[in-house]
């Protein structure tokens, strides 16, 4: 049956298709961590929606928040009208949010992905500025429309597009490992932020008055790499001081996923504009632009869209929401991540093959490289894609879902449940040490 589900997806879904090419199973069931195909066979699933399953595969209190829902009768969907679900969905939200913003804060409700929230939140800065350009950073991403694909790294996906924003000025992120000034030693943040600085303050060939600063604390996509900490409210204060909008995409980040609500957390700062989607819909579709209210001088209808409205999602995200704060997941997430990544650094003593282990909670990269190769300027190995690719079959065929990313697709990446126990992290990570020692052997 199995076979003829794949031949029948390989015949008929479009080419464009990711994961499903990795991943050659049809889903049957899925709870927690993991998931059971039509064979039978289980899977640890490390991908979980792509950061999307906070709770992991149909955690009880999702479950039954959407019944709920169901049960009562309340609608499904009412585009943005207000029901008692939504308002207390919202109240849930602001309750989250950094002292600072909490009484301030505006919220607008986006369509179900990710990409629309960050379109928004770049619509709602030119309107509130009358800027033009966007500064975005190289490596990172925020989606497959084609403005936000102006704004992310994969130069391959958009070179057969001709009409993406032109406006876009790609500034280095403080990648610490293959960092963009060819110097290490945590100077590649200091470097980073002294080159934005330049960058805003050049008054002949610099970028004048943008209209906002969009950035991932750890990019995701790019290959799980984490900002420096101090870098972060450098960025910041530049960003402040010239009042800037700075716009942090917790796309992936958000609603505890690195440990905190939200990853700009962990740097004491406050944005001007957070954008969310993933778990802010608890594993459903949906998306929020969070903002200063200074920033709200668009007009009525100037950002709309039909499916704004999702009480499953907003109950779904509100369950979501309160069980992380009620049962203090951020604390497992903190014991979670340190369990990672002890073992993954005493992989990488053990592999010449793993180049960097990094990540910030529950979003870790390991870095694939290749030990028979040259070395880069900091005596680093260069990325190994093909051998990050054949640690991911292996894996696959032990029975773990993991995805790739960053630059060659050279990073296994790792996004488990937030919930994830201690056993099945030890259980994932045996997995990964045996894929790794087949793949090489
Ligand atoms: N921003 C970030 C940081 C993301 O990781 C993603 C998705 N991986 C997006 C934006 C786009 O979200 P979506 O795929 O739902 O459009």
Not at 148 to 157: A, F, P, V
Not at 239 to 250: G, H, K
Request: hydrophobic share 40%; charged share 20%.
């Amino acid at each position: 049956v199995q076979t003829e589900y794949l031949k029948m997806q390989n015949e008929k879904e479009s080419n464009a298709r990711s994961y499903p090419r990795h991943f050659p199973l049809v889903i049957n069931k899925a709870h927690g961590v993991k998931i059971t195909d039509t064979e039978g066979r289980v899977f640890y699933d490390c991908l979980a929606g792509a950061g999307t399953l906070a709770l992991g595969h149909n955690h009880d209190t999702v479950v039954n928040a959407i019944r709920d829902v169901l049960d009562q009768q309340i609608p499904l969907h009412t585009l943005d009208l207000a029901t008692p679900l939504k308002l207390s969905y919202m109240q849930e939200l602001f309750s989250i949010l950094p002292a600072e913003m909490r009484d301030k804060a505006k919220i607008q409700f986006c369509g179900p992905t990710g990409a629309d929230a960050v379109e928004a939140a770049i619509k709602l800065v030119k309107h509130a500025t009358g800027g033009k350009s966007i500064l975005a950073f190289q490596g990172g991403y925020h989606g497959s429309t084609q403005a936000t694909m102006s704004m992310s790294g994969n130069l391959s996906k958009k070179q057969h597009l001709q009409s993406l924003l032109p406006d876009v000025h790609f500034l280095p992120f403080p990648y610490e490992y293959r960092c963009p000034f060819g110097v290490g030693e945590g100077m590649t943040a200091r470097l980073s932020a002294q080159y934005i600085e330049n960058l805003l303050d050049d008054c002949e060939s610099g970028i004048a008055a943008p209209c906002g600063v969009i950035v991932e604390t750890v990019q995701g996509e790019g290959g799980a790499i984490p900002a420096d900490i101090e870098w972060l409210r450098e960025l910041r204060r530049i960003t402040a001081e010239r009042s800037i909008p700075l716009i942090i995409d917790e796309v992936q980040t958000g609603i505890g996923r690195t440990g905190r609500m939200f990853s700009f957390e962990h740097a004491g700062i406050v944005p001007d504009v957070i954008v969310c989607s993933k778990a802010v819909g608890g594993s459903l579709p949906m998306s929020v632009v969070i903002y200063q209210e200074e920033l709200d001088q668009w007009q009525p209808g100037a950002h709309t869209g039909t499916f704004r409205g999702n009480q499953l999602a907003m109950a779904a995200g509100l369950a979501t929401l309160r069980y992380i704060r009620e049962q203090d997941v951020l604390h497992n997430v903190h014991l979670r991540s340190e369990q990672f990544m002890n073992q993954l650094n005493a992989m990488k003593e053990r592999y010449a093959e793993i180049g960097d282990v990094r990540g910030r909670g529950l979003m870790i990269g390991v870095e694939v490289v290749d030990p028979t190769g040259r070395k880069d300027r900091l005596g680093h190995y260069l990325p190994n894609g093909a051998l990050a690719e054949s640690i991911q079959r292996e894996c696959f065929k032990n029975g773990l879902i993991v995805e790739l990313g960053g630059r060659h697709s050279a990073v296994v990446r790792f996004l488990p449940p937030l919930n994830i126990t201690e056993q099945e992290s030890g259980a994932i990570l045996a997995i990964f040490e045996k894929s790794v020692a087949e793949a090489i052997a």
